[in-house]
């Protein structure tokens, strides 16, 4: 059974950083593509970032482009989502999803595994 755990979550002040994690246990995760995603109280869930099979492409929302990247080391089965220049309406949790498709999805209902998530807080 495929299980994906976020860390690295916290309390930040605007302009930091975080990293956050993503181990998936269960499969291989060279098998998926990887997204991050994002929902904020009252919103709804937003795409953030992924990441092909590979490692080859990867997306951002405009957003989080030029302060936000996704990686991957598959041989430790985990992902990461580096976090610069952090915003107070960066305030979220954050979750790691899963994709059997190549190149993976935008869409958060195209996914085929979720992580519980791990709150990030910004204080502004």
């Known amino acids: 059974q495929v299980q994906l755990v976020e860390s690295g979550g916290g309390l930040v002040q605007a302009g930091d950083s975080l990293r956050l994690s993503c181990a998936l246990s269960?499969?291989?995760?060279?098998?998926?593509?990887m997204g991050w995603f994002r929902q904020a109280p009252g919103k709804e869930r937003e795409f953030v970032a992924r990441?092909?099979?590979?490692?080859?492409?990867?997306w951002h929302a405009d957003s989080v482009k030029g302060r936000f990247t996704i990686s991957r080391e598959n041989a430790k089965n985990t992902v990461y989502l580096q976090m610069n220049n952090l915003k107070h309406e960066d305030t979220a949790v954050y979750y790691c999803?899963?994709?059997?498709?190549?190149?993976?999805?935008?869409?958060?209902?195209?996914?085929?595994?979720w992580g519980k998530g791990t709150l990030v807080t910004v204080s502004s």
């Open positions: 269960g499969r291989t995760l060279s098998f998926y593509a």
């Open positions: 999803a899963g994709d059997m498709a190549a190149f993976g999805s935008s869409q958060p209902a195209d996914m085929d595994y």
């Open positions: 990441i092909s099979r590979s490692g080859g492409a990867t």
